[in-house]
């Protein structure tokens, strides 16, 4: 299957959706007000009518009044022979970001460090931690450490780096879908890298605070 025709089948999926999201987005409301802490997520399993493929959809509640706009995510995870993927819409915005085999495999790795954890967990807790990310082109300072971790990927093919709340990842965009390679954890940087990538980090905390009013 091609990212182009995943892109497809995650947008169909995405529609079959509407009803079974009402219904945990009505759920979260009564959890969010019977709680007394915060920020408060929930997780909710739902698989598509036709196809069964399966969506996790968080709902964040920063403080108690953000039952009525709840901070919305989902993600998909689609098993196929070399592994799960997991594939983030942006629905308004008509991409997604597709995380293949190989990335959890260095988030295991490299983040986690936890060999018992099964693959699909490893998934739900990297999105679990997860909040966006603040990417930038990269230029050959970027490259030449992306090659340094992935010595076997030495023609692969990156286009953006990005500061996300677990690490820094690298990536490739193909037109409106975000391939995201590999993520690096910060202590694996040398000390004169890690100005350059600090300076990523700094924007994506600044951002995320502006947006959710706290730091992630």
Same mark, same amino acid.
């Given at each position: 299957?091609?990212?182009?025709e995943i892109h497809k089948e995650v947008f169909e999926d995405i529609k %079959? !959706?509407?009803?079974?999201?009402?219904?945990?987005?009505?759920? &979260?409301?009564?959890?969010?007000?019977?709680?007394?802490?915060?920020? !408060?997520? *929930?997780?909710?399993?739902?698989?598509?009518?036709?196809?069964?493929?399966?969506?996790?959809?968080? &709902?964040?509640?920063? *403080?108690?009044?953000?039952?009525?706009?709840?901070?919305?995510?989902?993600? /998909?995870?689609?098993?196929?022979? #070399?592994?799960?993927?997991? @594939?983030?819409?942006? @629905?308004?915005? %008509? $991409?997604?970001?597709?995380?293949?085999?190989?990335?959890?495999?260095?988030?295991?790795?490299? $983040? @986690?460090?936890?060999?018992?954890?099964?693959? #699909?967990?490893?998934?739900?807790?990297?999105?679990? =931690?997860?909040?966006?990310?603040?990417?930038?082109?990269?230029? +050959? +300072?970027?490259?030449?450490?992306?090659?340094?971790?992935?010595?076997?990927?030495?023609?692969?093919?990156?286009? &953006?780096?990005?500061?996300?709340?677990?690490?820094?990842?690298?990536? +490739?965009?193909? /037109? %409106?879908?975000?391939?995201?390679?590999?993520? $690096?954890?910060?202590?694996?940087?040398? #000390? %004169?890298?890690?100005?350059?990538?600090?300076?990523? =980090?700094?924007?994506?905390?600044?951002?995320? *605070?502006?947006?959710?009013?706290?730091?992630?």
């Amino acid at each position: 299957m091609s990212v182009q025709e995943i892109h497809k089948e995650v947008f169909e999926d995405i529609k %079959n !959706l509407e009803t079974k999201l009402d219904e945990c987005r009505n759920d &979260f409301k009564k959890t969010v007000l019977k709680s007394s802490r915060y920020p !408060l997520t *929930k997780s909710y399993d739902c698989k598509t009518r036709e196809k069964r493929n399966l969506f996790i959809v968080d &709902f964040t509640a920063m *403080k108690r009044s953000d039952w009525k706009k709840p901070i919305l995510s989902i993600y /998909g995870i689609y098993s196929r022979p #070399e592994g799960k993927y997991a @594939v983030v819409p942006t @629905v308004e915005m %008509n $991409i997604i970001s597709i995380h293949p085999p190989h990335f959890f495999k260095r988030y295991r790795e490299r $983040i @986690v460090k936890d060999a018992s954890i099964s693959n #699909e967990d490893i998934i739900r807790q990297y999105f679990k =931690k997860d909040w966006g990310f603040m990417g930038v082109v990269v230029n +050959e +300072e970027f490259e030449s450490v992306y090659h340094c971790f992935e010595s076997n990927q030495e023609n692969d093919k990156i286009s &953006f780096v990005a500061a996300t709340s677990q690490g820094y990842c690298f990536g +490739e965009k193909q /037109g %409106n879908i975000n391939i995201i390679k590999t993520i $690096i954890s910060e202590d694996m940087l040398f #000390e %004169n890298q890690k100005k350059v990538f600090n300076a990523l =980090k700094e924007e994506f905390n600044a951002f995320n *605070k502006e947006r959710y009013g706290t730091n992630i």
